[in-house]
């Protein structure tokens, strides 16, 4: 199994196999940054911490991935010291566990630091109602709309909402 397995098997929606798929290119090879996020992410959404992912699971599967979201956590954190997706990632699962919301400042820290990073604009961006970072949500909109894996769901869901609430307070201002 490879990353590019791990992508198709997130994309359609079998989270299991996506999972496994992501352990093996991790075991294939540990500095691969993107499985690792994605897993980390995935992990989360399974464990039904902030919203559980649809479908079909079999029922040990969230405790097993809340213990491997833990070690994931923990390891990425050493393997990949100086990563912001891993920094962003690691603070923003658990502000939002704790029921309390990143820091905005933080995010847009991160932005400045590694602008080629997007994800921490979708935090900005909604906590800003859609004032703040929305050409780099939008981007990142766009990105992970070519790549619906848990991940990019789950940020989209998050832009998605922002627009909404964007659209219910403005509707004289955008009109089409």
């Known amino acids: ?16 196999q996506a999972a496994a798929g992501y352990e093996t290119a991790l075991l294939l090879n540990p500095g691969d940054l993107e499985s690792t996020v994605n897993l980390v992410v995935l992990y989360w959404r399974i464990a039904g911490f902030h919203g559980r992912i649809p479908g079909a699971l079999p029922p040990d599967f969230p405790s097993h991935a809340r213990r491997r979201l833990c070690e994931l956590l923990a390891t990425a954190s050493h ?27 933080e995010c847009r820290a991160l932005l400045r630091e590694r602008p ?32 619906p894996t848990a991940r990019g769901r ?21 009109a089409v």
Request: aromatic share 12%; glycine share 4%; net charge negative.
């Open 116 to 147: 080629d990073y997007l994800e921490p604009a979708f935090v900005v961006f909604s906590d800003s109602e859609g004032t703040e970072a929305e050409p780099e949500a939008m981007r990142l909109l766009a990105d992970c709309s070519e790549q």
């Open 1 to 16: 199994m490879t990353r590019a397995y791990a992508l198709t098997a997130d994309e359609n929606g079998r989270f299991q």
């Open 79 to 105: 393997r990949f010291a100086n990563s912001a997706e891993i920094r962003f990632w690691s603070r923003y699962i658990a502000a939002t566990d704790c029921g309390e919301p990143i820091a905005p400042t």
């Open 154 to 174: 789950y940020v989209t869901s998050i832009i998605n909402a922002a627009l909404r609430k964007q659209r219910w307070r403005y509707p004289d201002e955008i």
